[in-house]
């Protein structure tokens, strides 16, 4: 038995990571363990979100961005000349040149603020021993006083499509294409599926995404969800619905063949790359031992309370491997909630106000609940939109498609859901949540003074529409 901590984390993502610093800031005597290393056996840390996720999926993304915008540098009298290329292998190492800057950073964090890294597999015992297991076979027992599982999740794979290495990929591998591909399939038009899709569409591929849900984007509100689809064909993005996959086949060792059935019957592609982006599953295989005392939900997940709490006193669990949306700000946000508990502070997370972005372009944006959820509860309410096609800044950006759109309680005026499709609807939906965090009305925002010319206006002007009181574009309600 060696060192007693009063609390090991296990697992370094953005919900790990964050909770070890956070309960370092607030004097506990803290560990993390992870088992990723690099080709170096040195341990790498941030998780799938700053390894093969988040961080590097918007670099490419920012990348392919400004190479279209130069491609349509026009529109703003620049005259580039002749043909606008892009160095994919060169974006690729721009991708992992920032992934590697801020894996460093987690480690000098840790190191700042005394957090004691133990590199290997984590397994949870009973009475709150955690075994590092090395890679080597080799392993050390630490008792803990405080134990926070951040396991993270994995990408579910298909029987129909099994992964081959260059051909048939996850979202890891999906990030290492360093060759534009002619043709593209896609398996899922989620997050990742729609983010990917767009990063090729963008250099010319051809891409062709399959979605085995008869709605498009069904977790987002539907005018959200048709205003998108209507964009992605445009960037020829081409979405088949209700396209089950249920076969592939490798043509020559180049080109994968994808069998799909849908209402018309069986179809096939051929593409040069096919990407499986159907969703992800908790990672807990190997993490709990026989004797642990953590149990697991119907659906694989650690089973915990409101505030991350396992049925076993001192045992938290959080992110991607407990229940509610796979986020990294949501794993963060219960870390340090965690940690704070730990500490013996009070502290509460409010899962009604997470965000959920997916950073195509335009961005899709959303925070509370859709117009169909309320209306499914029989919630009386009032809806204001407005475009960017009438916001001043968006014009200047020529950045005009999306719209915002504002739900409130027609009886209270409380803000229930905003929902955002917009060239920067990521850092607009901010906003949206500081004002449903502190209950506020649409009148709130109708009284604060946005700065102009800003895209933030609309916001401002969708909260007016909820009431009919829109400046700049015409009021369907009179008013009062």
Excluded at 87 to 95: E, G, H, S, W
Excluded at 258 to 279: H, M, Q, T, W
Aim: aromatic share 4%.
């Amino acid at each position: 038995m060696s060192d007693k901590f009063d609390v090991i984390v296990i697992g370094a993502g953005p919900g790990g990571y964050v909770a070890a610093i956070r309960a370092a800031q607030l004097g506990l005597k803290t560990a993390c363990v992870e088992k990723w290393v690099d080709d170096k056996g040195s341990a790498v840390l941030g998780g799938t979100c700053l390894n093969v996720g988040c961080i590097p999926s918007k670099a490419l993304l920012e990348s392919t961005h400004q190479f279209h915008n130069a491609q349509h540098a026009d529109v703003h009298g620049i005259q580039v000349g002749g043909d606008v290329s892009m160095d994919v292998k060169a974006m690729v190492a721009r991708k992992d040149k920032i992934v590697g800057n801020l894996t460093g950073g987690i480690a000098g964090l840790f190191k700042a603020n005394g957090v004691t890294l133990l590199q290997g597999m984590g397994k949870l015992h009973g009475g709150k021993k955690v075994e590092v297991i090395a890679a080597d076979g080799s392993s050390t027992t630490y008792d803990a006083e405080n134990v926070i599982l951040a396991s993270g999740s994995v990408p579910v794979e298909i029987p129909p499509a099994p992964l081959t290495e260059g051909l048939i990929l996850d979202n890891e591998g999906a990030l290492n294409i360093d060759e534009t591909p002619k043709r593209l399939g896609v398996i899922g038009a989620g997050v990742i599926g729609l983010e990917m899709g767009s990063v090729w569409a963008r250099l010319g591929t051809e891409v062709t995404v399959l979605e085995a849900m008869d709605d498009f984007l069904s977790a987002a509100d539907k005018d959200v969800a048709k205003e998108a689809a209507k964009i992605f064909k445009k960037q020829n993005l081409d979405i088949k619905l209700s396209a089950r996959c249920t076969g592939t086949e490798i043509i020559d060792g180049k080109e994968v063949k994808v069998k799909y059935a849908d209402a018309e019957g069986d179809k096939e592609i051929i593409v040069d790359k096919l990407i499986v982006a159907v969703g992800r599953k908790p990672q807990t295989q190997g993490l709990l031992a026989d004797d642990s005392g953590v149990n697991l939900d119907e659906r694989g997940f650690i089973f915990v309370n409101e505030q991350c709490q396992t049925g076993v006193p001192g045992v938290y669990a959080i992110g991607d491997s407990v229940r509610g949306p796979m986020l990294a700000h949501k794993a963060s946000e219960e870390g340090m909630m965690v940690a704070d508990i730990i500490a013996g502070h009070h502290a509460q997370m409010n899962y009604d106000v997470i965000p959920s972005i997916i950073y195509t372009h335009p961005e899709l944006a959303w925070v509370g609940k859709t117009e169909q959820e309320l209306k499914a509860e029989g919630a009386k309410i009032k809806v204001g939109k407005f475009p960017f096609a009438a916001n001043g800044r968006a014009m200047a950006a020529n950045d005009t498609d999306g719209f915002v759109k504002l739900i409130a309680c027609e009886e209270s005026d409380r803000v229930l859901g905003v929902h955002i499709v917009g060239g920067i609807a990521s850092e607009l939906i901010g906003q949206a949540a500081i004002a449903m965090e502190f209950c506020s009305s649409a009148e709130d925002l109708q009284m604060t003074v946005f700065a102009h010319p800003t895209v933030s206006e609309a916001i401002h002007e969708a909260a007016l529409a909820a009431d009919g009181h829109a400046i700049h574009m015409a009021n369907r309600k009179k008013r009062k």
